[in-house]
């Protein structure tokens, strides 16, 4: 499928391939369509780079997915980082950076789900992602975010409960704030 | 709560779940020159490698040959200084200046046959030439530089438009090479103007240099831009040729003219030198140019 010789053609196949399924992975992951689309822009910039030391009998497609996992990660640090600047004075300007009909499109329910998402623990909420969304088998978890297959079992089942937990109280909270 | 295909299915739908469709293409088209530009970094790479061990060798063995001879060693040193150089140019850089002449026409009288003051327009013997001697000063200087010489005028004439419409074509042509080369950095658009020779020359050191100004169109979007870009080659040619730049005009306001200087920002128009300078004169002024252009590249 794959030829090596040829940089340019290769890319662009794996890039048409995958970058729909990376995008969704990251989309979930940030929960922000602008970041996903830098993050899936950065996953391809590090797959080409990388590409020449491919080794052939990896799977492709597990192996694209660990670098998205890294980028996802290091993005999620950089962001933590910044956000100890934005927790003091800056709130107050952010709310100015979203442009109105973003706001309408985002229902509550949006809301709580990116919410509870970004609460997760970036491993929990990569290992939920991989499996819920992207429909991977516990065996291509494992591969992608090279650890054992019963760690993305225990890590899956917690993640969920976590998940589901959260959300039953923040949905909670909407009913007694309405009250 | 929800069971787990429920849970996902929502986590789904709270998402987007396409990527615009400027994004996909446009990250198609970065990775397609990231690939490229590695392609040709590990071919120089290997090209390099490959040129020089057979440099080596040369050298060794011509060195064993003619150890005794001296004149032979000094005329070995010389092919070997003149390979390796080749070898650079080999590199193929990606052009960054882009030399273009809309009034390709654009001739100067004391270059033409009769001396005939009305005939001021040549097919053959025009403004084209200095376009030509600024890229070749450029290519000195190693900065890569691509020169169009489109006989602009003739293209008019096929098409049955107007000189007025030269623009439109060499809008054609510029949008042809950025498309080609998304290397290029900056326009120049060579013209002369109607001034006479005492206005448009200026000794400097004892030699005679056609004088140069700079246009820049007040109606694009770029004119900010391309105005500080200007000024700052105004500003270098005052402190290497004080005298030579006439300063940075600004026009395009009426009647309206873009010069097409909102195709890529550092565009500008310039005038070397008028109707009775020479070939001579302003050859040196592009010389000069090209020094400056080079500072101006190295400071980005």
Same mark, same amino acid.
């Given at each position: 499928?794959?030829?090596?010789? *040829?940089?340019?053609?290769?890319?662009?196949?794996?890039?048409?391939?995958?970058?729909?399924?990376?995008?969704?992975?990251?989309?979930?992951?940030?929960?922000?369509? *602008?970041?996903?689309?830098?993050? !899936?822009?950065?996953?391809?910039?590090?797959?080409?780079?990388?590409?020449?030391?491919?080794?052939?009998? !990896?799977?492709?497609? !597990?192996?694209?997915?660990?670098?998205?996992?890294?980028?996802?990660?290091?993005? +999620?640090?950089?962001?933590?980082?910044?956000?100890?600047?934005?927790?003091?004075?800056?709130?107050?300007?952010?709310?100015? %950076?979203?442009?109105?009909?973003?706001?309408?499109?985002?229902?509550?329910?949006?809301?709580?789900?990116?919410?509870?998402?970004?609460?997760?623990?970036?491993?929990?909420?990569?290992?939920?992602?991989?499996?819920?969304?992207?429909?991977?088998?516990?065996?291509?978890?494992?591969?992608?975010?090279?650890?054992?297959?019963?760690?993305?079992?225990? %890590? +899956?089942?917690?993640?969920?409960?976590?998940?589901?937990?959260?959300?039953?109280?923040?949905?909670?909270?909407?009913?007694?704030?309405?009250? | 709560?929800?069971?787990?295909?429920?849970?996902?299915?929502?986590?789904?739908?709270?998402?987007?779940?396409?990527? =615009?469709?400027?994004?996909?293409?446009?990250?198609?088209?970065?990775?397609?020159?990231?690939?490229?530009?590695?392609?040709?970094?590990?071919?120089?790479?290997?090209?390099?490698?490959?040129?020089?061990?057979?440099?080596?060798?040369?050298?060794?063995?011509?060195?064993?040959?003619?150890?005794?001879?001296?004149?032979?060693?000094?005329?070995?040193?010389?092919?070997?200084?003149?390979?390796?150089?080749?070898?650079?140019?080999?590199?193929?850089?990606?052009?960054?200046?882009?030399?273009?002449?809309? @009034?390709?026409?654009?001739?100067?009288?004391? /270059?033409?046959? =009769?001396?005939?003051?009305?005939?001021?327009?040549?097919?053959?013997?025009?403004?084209?030439?200095? =376009?030509?001697?600024?890229?070749?000063?450029? /290519?000195?200087?190693?900065?890569?530089?691509? @020169?169009? $010489?489109?006989?602009?005028?003739?293209?008019?004439?096929?098409?049955?438009?107007?000189?007025?419409?030269?623009?439109?074509?060499?809008?054609?042509?510029?949008?042809?090479?950025?498309?080609?080369?998304?290397?290029?950095?900056?326009?120049?658009?060579? @013209?002369?103007?109607?001034?006479?020779?005492?206005?448009?020359? &200026?000794?400097?050191?004892?030699? $005679?240099?056609?004088?140069?100004?700079?246009?820049?169109?007040?109606?694009?979007?770029?004119?900010?831009?391309?105005?500080?870009?200007?000024?700052?080659?105004?500003?270098?040619?005052?402190?290497?040729?004080?005298?030579?730049?006439?300063?940075?005009?600004?026009? =395009?306001?009426?009647?309206?003219?873009?010069?097409?200087?909102?195709?890529?920002?550092?565009?500008?128009?310039?005038?070397?030198?008028?109707?009775?300078?020479?070939?001579?004169?302003?050859?040196?002024?592009?010389?000069?140019?090209?020094?400056?252009?080079?500072?101006? &590249?190295? /400071?980005?």
């Amino acid at each position: 499928m794959i030829d090596l010789k *040829n940089l340019e053609s290769s890319i662009i196949v794996i890039y048409n391939e995958h970058y729909l399924d990376v995008f969704r992975f990251l989309v979930c992951f940030s929960g922000n369509q *602008n970041d996903a689309e830098d993050l !899936t822009q950065e996953v391809f910039i590090r797959v080409l780079k990388s590409l020449p030391n491919f080794k052939t009998d !990896t799977n492709i497609k !597990t192996w694209i997915f660990s670098i998205a996992k890294h980028v996802a990660i290091d993005h +999620y640090r950089k962001k933590k980082f910044t956000a100890i600047f934005k927790d003091g004075f800056f709130t107050r300007l952010e709310s100015k %950076d979203k442009k109105p009909d973003e706001e309408l499109e985002t229902t509550e329910l949006e809301h709580f789900i990116h919410e509870a998402i970004s609460r997760l623990k970036p491993n929990h909420r990569a290992v939920v992602i991989l499996r819920g969304i992207n429909e991977f088998s516990v065996k291509e978890t494992a591969a992608i975010l090279q650890c054992s297959e019963s760690k993305v079992k225990v %890590d +899956y089942h917690r993640a969920l409960r976590d998940l589901k937990r959260k959300l039953n109280v923040e949905a909670g909270e909407v009913f007694s704030n309405a009250k | 709560m929800q069971n787990e295909k429920e849970l996902m299915k929502m986590i789904k739908e709270s998402h987007p779940q396409h990527p =615009g469709k400027d994004f996909i293409q446009s990250t198609e088209n970065m990775l397609r020159q990231k690939a490229r530009s590695m392609t040709k970094t590990t071919r120089v790479k290997k090209y390099s490698l490959a040129s020089s061990l057979i440099l080596f060798f040369a050298f060794t063995f011509s060195w064993l040959f003619f150890f005794n001879g001296s004149e032979a060693v000094i005329n070995l040193s010389n092919t070997i200084g003149r390979d390796s150089l080749s070898s650079t140019a080999l590199n193929d850089k990606e052009p960054i200046v882009f030399i273009y002449q809309t @009034h390709n026409v654009e001739s100067f009288i004391p /270059e033409l046959e =009769g001396n005939n003051v009305n005939k001021v327009y040549s097919e053959d013997i025009n403004v084209t030439s200095v =376009g030509k001697e600024l890229e070749t000063a450029l /290519e000195e200087r190693e900065i890569s530089a691509i @020169h169009d $010489d489109t006989n602009i005028s003739e293209i008019l004439v096929d098409r049955n438009l107007t000189f007025a419409d030269s623009y439109t074509v060499s809008r054609e042509i510029i949008q042809r090479a950025l498309n080609e080369h998304q290397s290029i950095m900056m326009l120049l658009d060579i @013209h002369r103007d109607a001034s006479k020779k005492s206005e448009s020359t &200026i000794t400097i050191d004892g030699m $005679d240099f056609a004088k140069i100004g700079l246009v820049v169109s007040k109606t694009t979007e770029n004119y900010e831009a391309n105005k500080a870009f200007a000024s700052r080659i105004h500003e270098k040619l005052e402190q290497l040729y004080p005298g030579l730049s006439q300063g940075v005009f600004e026009k =395009g306001v009426n009647p309206k003219n873009t010069y097409n200087q909102d195709l890529q920002e550092n565009s500008v128009l310039l005038n070397i030198g008028g109707v009775e300078n020479t070939f001579e004169e302003t050859y040196r002024t592009a010389d000069a140019l090209a020094e400056v252009i080079k500072e101006i &590249i190295e /400071e980005y």
